[in-house]
T-cell receptor
Framework: NAGVTQTPKFQVLKTGQSMTLQCAQD?????MYWYRQDPGMGLRLIYY???????DKGEVPNGYNVSRLNKREFSLRLESAAPSQTSVYFC???????????FGQGTRLTVV | GENVEQHPSTLSVQEGDSAVIKCTYS??????FPWYKQELGKGPQLIID?????GEKKDQRIAVTLNKTAKHFSLHITETQPEDSAVYFC????????????FGAGTRLFVKA
C-alpha cells in the first residue's frame, strides 16, 4: 500500500520555466490537497479538490494551477516559475474534507 | 487574515518527562483541530485530532484538549521517548467561505535520553 506518491522528489528550475508536480493516491480518497512548506511558516494550502471534478483555491493559489485528473490523481502546475516559489511541496489526501489527511513525501523545488 | 499561533517553537525535555505544546486560533468558526508529527525528510503524519464538540481526547501517551471559548488547544505527550523527537504542527480547520486549514509554525521537540 503506497499511500500518497509524489513525483519528482527534487527539482531545480530556472526562473520562467514551467513544470507539473504529480500526485497519486491509492486509498480511494475523495479529497486531495496541495500544500507548500517554507521554513518557520508551517504548511499553507495552495489548492484543494473536495471530490473528483472539483477544485478550489486555498490560502496561497497565485502562480499555480491544478488538475484533478481522476479520483486518484491531482497535479500542480507552475506556469512560469519564480524564486518565491522555492519551497517544499506536499500533496495530501483524505476520505472527505475534515477527516484525517495522509501526506506524501514531498517535492523539494528550487527556482534559480 | 486568520492565523494560528503555536508555542513554544523549540522544546527540550528529558526522556520520561511530559511535553506540552499550545496553539491559539483566531477563526471562531474552526471546528476540526488535527496535530501532525513531521520527521526529517518526511511528510507530516496525523497523531491525534479533535472536533469542536469534544473537550478532550486521549490516545495512549498523547492527549489533546480544546477550549473553544478561549480559542485554545494543546497537545500533551506523557512519558516521552527519544523517538518522539520531531517537529509537531497544530492546525485549525473551518468551512467559512470554503474549506480552510491554517497551520501553526511548528514546535521542534527534542527528547534527551
Amino acid at each position: 500500500n503506497a499511500g500518497v506518491t509524489q513525483t519528482p522528489k527534487f527539482q531545480v528550475l530556472k526562473t520562467g520555466q514551467s513544470m507539473t508536480l504529480q500526485c497519486a493516491q491509492d486509498m480511494n480518497h475523495n479529497s486531495m490537497y496541495w500544500y507548500r512548506q517554507d521554513p518557520g511558516m508551517g504548511l499553507r494550502l495552495i489548492y484543494y479538490s473536495a471530490s473528483e471534478g472539483t477544485t478550489d483555491k486555498g490560502e496561497v493559489p497565485n502562480g499555480y494551477n491544478v488538475s484533478r485528473l481522476n479520483k486518484r490523481e491531482f497535479s500542480l502546475r507552475l506556469e512560469s516559475a519564480a524564486p518565491s516559489q522555492t519551497s517544499v511541496y506536499f500533496c495530501a489526501s483524505s476520505e472527505f474534507l475534515y477527516t484525517e489527511a495522509f501526506f506524501g513525501q514531498g517535492t523539494r523545488l528550487t527556482v534559480v | 487574515g486568520e492565523n494560528v499561533e503555536q508555542h513554544p517553537s523549540t522544546l527540550s525535555v528529558q526522556e520520561g518527562d511530559s511535553a506540552v505544546i499550545k496553539c491559539t486560533y483566531s477563526d471562531s468558526a474552526s471546528n476540526y483541530f488535527p496535530w501532525y508529527k513531521q520527521e526529517l525528510g518526511k511528510g507530516p503524519q496525523l497523531i491525534i485530532d479533535i472536533r469542536s464538540n469534544v473537550g478532550e481526547k486521549k490516545d495512549q501517551r498523547i492527549a489533546v484538549t480544546l477550549n473553544k471559548t478561549a480559542k485554545h488547544f494543546s497537545l500533551h505527550i506523557t512519558e516521552t521517548q527519544p523517538e518522539d523527537s520531531a517537529v509537531y504542527f497544530c492546525a485549525a480547520t473551518s468551512n467559512t467561505g470554503g474549506f480552510k486549514t491554517i497551520f501553526g509554525a511548528g514546535t521542534r521537540l527534542f527528547v534527551k535520553a
